[in-house]
């Protein structure tokens, strides 16, 4: 599960690491379902792009905002679920961070943990974008975070991590011919060692 993460970056510097045009954007170190942000789509006319959207998808189909935010699909799932198919099928996206959080602990004592890269670089999820219909003519963007399995650095603090994908793989995940089998065979756990940890 992944529900908070740092995106406190200057959309100048984040614009130089991504080597893509960034949008303004409100730097957020706890980052949460509900808020708007970066995320790297490709869109109609086949360009790579930074586009904000809020956290949270709302498929085409939904007629209202769900009372939930969807703020994480399952990897395990993803192209079977009508929330996410359509989406993992025709509407990829790479979601940049400089960490995620995770707690641990009882309610009112939880320790909130920081991971991120060792090297301080980026992290770069799989997720899925969608856009609907508000109703007044415009287009609500939206997207997701996929999830898999722990890796070692992950597992003594949480049952799920978000999908990190490196140089090669974010190029296939952004490839609308990518095989969908090979797609969610690279939505598996991070190797270990890609993270480190700290109390937040």
Known sequence: MCGRYDIEIDPKTLSAMLGLEVPDFI??????????????????????????????????????????????????TVAEKPMFRSAFRKKRALVPAR????????????????????????????GLWEARDRGDGQKQLTFTILTTTPNADAADYHDRMPVILDDNAQKIWLDPEADPQFLLALAAPAPDGTLKVDAA
């Open 99 to 126: 960490a995620f959080y995770e707690w641990t602990g009882k309610p009112g004592s939880k320790t909130k943990w920081r991971f991120s890269r060792p090297n301080g670089n980026l992290l770069i999820f799989a």
């Open 27 to 76: 730097a957020d170190a706890d980052f949460s379902p509900g808020d708007t942000g970066p995320v790297i789509a490709v869109g109609a006319d086949g360009q790579t792009k930074v586009v904000l959207m809020r956290w949270g998808l709302e498929p085409s189909w939904m007629k209202e905002k769900p009372t939930r935010p969807m703020f994480n699909a399952r990897a395990e």
